[in-house]
């Protein structure tokens, strides 16, 4: 069973920063694609970024420009770089694998305006 554990998440105010890190156990995290979620309160899950094994990367609309992600298969971590944040990025981030076949339990992002 592979469990992933995400870290990073704070409270920043508008503009500013912060990087997300997710780390999987097991063995087999090269071979999946990963990525990030997010779920903003009574609002649905929606998808923030993912990259394949391979490393291509897809970004929702709202994030394009702003928010960076990056995998480093050598530590079975993906990381999610946010910059320039906004108040309507606040939300609980997961991380995922292969597709939703694996999450992580959140961590919950702040944005003070």
Known sequence: QVQLVESGGGLVQAGGSLRLSCTASGSIFRFYAVGWYRQAPEKQ??????????????????????????????????????????????????????????WGQGTQVTVSS
């Open 45 to 102: 899950r929606e998808l923030v970024a993912t990259v394949t094994s391979g490393y291509k990367t897809n970004y929702a609309d709202s994030v394009k420009g702003r928010f960076t992600i990056s995998r480093d298969d050598a530590k079975n971590t993906v990381y999610l770089q946010m910059n320039s944040l906004k108040s309507e990025d606040t939300a609980v981030y997961y991380c995922t694998m292969g597709a939703g076949l694996y």
